[in-house]
């Protein structure tokens, strides 16, 4: 199982950009998909996920409707849009998947991550 995150990068504070998160080597439309995020000297906390239909989404309080999850089964792909971003939203992203839950905001529920994609917010 492969998942190979992309789309980071530097943005300025007020900006957008489009997580992507790949998967091969698994059903996808047998996992449900989340987000995580971990900034420096922090634990790494939930912030998106999506249930295997993609009918259902969850999202961390904290985003205050800011960030859209969804998935293609098509591409085997599930994207995080992020909008009106902020220097706190500063981290390494991590997509993951679990194949027994459907939209866990708990990281121990995914059984398999990606390596991660910085996201860095300037002010």
């Known amino acids: 199982v492969q998942l190979v995150e992309s789309g980071g990068g530097l943005v300025q504070a007020g900006g957008s950009l489009r997580l992507s998160c790949a998967a091969s080597?698994?059903?996808?439309?047998?996992?449900?998909m989340g987000w995580f995020r971990q900034a420096p000297g922090k634990e790494r906390e939930f912030v998106a996920a999506?249930?295997?239909?993609?009918?259902?989404?969850y999202y961390a309080d904290f985003l205050k409707g800011r960030f859209t999850i969804s998935r293609d089964s098509a591409w085997n792909t599930v994207y995080l849009q992020m909008n009106s971003l902020e220097p706190e939203d500063t981290a390494v992203y991590y997509c993951?998947?679990?194949?027994w839950g459907d939209g866990s905001s708990a990281a121990g529920d995914y059984e398999f991550w990606g390596q991660g994609t910085q996201v860095t917010v300037s002010s």
């Open positions: 080597g698994l059903t996808f439309h047998h996992y449900a």
């Open positions: 993951a998947a679990d194949a």
């Open positions: 999506i249930s295997r239909s993609g009918l259902r989404t």
